[in-house]
């Protein structure tokens, strides 16, 4: 085991430098940079690749609607357009 | 798994510091002690017995543990009497013998494994004694005990 993996508590999180820099005979390096170049497979979440999702679920819906030709845009008018009503 | 092989010269390591910072392996300003011919961690649960007239063996329960770290090393000068260039640490620019004379309480740390990212180490805080400088024409160096009367508990920590 790599002893920069006890730089990370159980829940993966990173509880070094909060630079995240790491030391090594002396030589300062950036831990992930230094764990993707050594081969050494981290903890936690900020180093993973995020995978691509292929979101299966979804179904085609049916847009009948847009097959509709669309209207001429005009409102249609009820009444005469007076707001007050007749007693 | 693995044994921790200290025959590189770098590993196991005796820090000083008047503040805990300045008191981790590799720390800027701390006080590496160097010419250690050996060191000892000693931790003693003390520990209570009583016997009953119910029962053929004694009982025990633990009260405190008390802790002390002790060495013997070459007198190095500097480490020694105190070395004025290290304004940050108050006991590196007093010395060993006039932190102790002084009954100074100190920071330390032993480190295991070195001062790599990772490394083991154990800290805490205490007082040093048990100088006892020694030379004769056989022995041709000045040589010393010492140790560090633990106030407190050693807590276990990793060189970040």
């Given at each position: 085991m790599s002893k920069i993996l006890r730089l990370f508590d159980a829940d993966g999180n990173w509880k070094g430098n909060p630079d995240h820099s790491i030391t090594v005979n002396g030589v300062k390096h950036d831990v992930y940079e230094y764990a993707k170049a050594n081969g050494i497979e981290l903890p936690g979440k900020k180093h993973k690749k995020a995978e691509k999702q292929v979101n299966i679920d979804i179904q085609d819906k049916d847009?009948?609607?847009?097959?509709?030709p669309l209207d001429s845009g005009h409102t249609e008018e009820h009444g005469d357009g007076d707001s007050e009503g007749s007693e | 798994m693995a044994v921790i092989n200290v025959t590189s010269g770098s590993q196991a390591i005796l820090v000083l510091g008047n503040t805990a910072p300045l008191a981790v392996p590799g720390a800027a300003g701390s006080l590496e002690v160097p010419l250690v011919q050996d060191l000892t961690i000693s931790t003693a649960p003390g520990t209570v017995r009583y016997s009953t007239l119910d029962s053929t063996a004694s009982s025990a329960f633990t009260t405190v543990v008390e802790n002390e770290v002790t060495f013997n090393m070459l007198v190095d000068d500097d480490t020694f009497f105190g070395d004025g260039a290290n304004t940050t640490n108050s006991i590196a620019s007093d010395g060993l013998w006039s932190t102790s004379n002084g009954k100074t309480e100190i920071f330390f740390s032993i480190a295991f494994e070195g001062t790599d990212s990772g490394d083991y180490y154990l800290t805490g805080q205490g007082f040093i004694g048990g100088l006892a400088p020694s030379a004769s024409i056989d022995q041709a160096v000045w040589l010393s005990p010492g140790s560090i009367t633990v106030n407190g508990d050693l807590t276990k920590s990793t060189v970040s």
């Open positions: 847009y009948a609607d847009l097959e509709k | -």
